[in-house]
């Protein structure tokens, strides 16, 4: 197969995958067809990767088997009620975990989005040691490059022991199979790209990590 051109049919992962900020129906159709668990789009207005009520309409009805997750930012409750009225999304992502408790009211599967660039090392620690934490996964990415030292090491294996954990650092096609084995966690979490023009994507390094956990 040529680097960049997909396969449009439904394939199966070893791991559950989730793929963030998807902006267009080139990212989205791929990675259903690859057996991707989750499409997150963003919901926010203020965000380079935000997808409009009719733009996420049109792309979600060329969809099928895969869960939608609707990303947010917000920490204003009504305003994340009205996000999941507009877009009716099956799951929600926040960044804030004091909103949890409440949020998980509202029958809606959670992601609870971490940026360990954030995090001192006690904060994650105090988070490993909250039960329940009223979140379906804690996903784990990072908005600069991360070194993945000893310390941090050991707080995802705890952290990962005790909740779902979906891993979005470290992740290329030659660390995915050592990362999955070097801690207990549920998935791992890719972020979705632009399209070269309109329904073309050359998919690159998503493509290769998605093709190497594929279940032969």
Known sequence: MTRGQPRYVHMALQTTVKISNVTNLSDARYCAGMGVDMLGFSMDESSPDYVDPARFNEIRGWLAG?????????IDQERIREHLETYGP???QVDEPALLPALSLLGKPLILRLNLVDLTLDQLDALID???????????ESGAPLHLDDDISLAIGRLASRHAVLLGVGITAETVHNRLAQWPIK?????GGPEDRPGSREFGELMDILESIEID
């Open 66 to 74: 895969v869960q939608i997750v609707g990303e947010t930012a917000e």
């Open 90 to 92: 099956d799951m929600l």
């Open 130 to 140: 909250s039960n329940p934490v009223d979140a379906d996964y804690i996903l784990l």
């Open 187 to 191: 998935g791992i979490a890719l972020t």
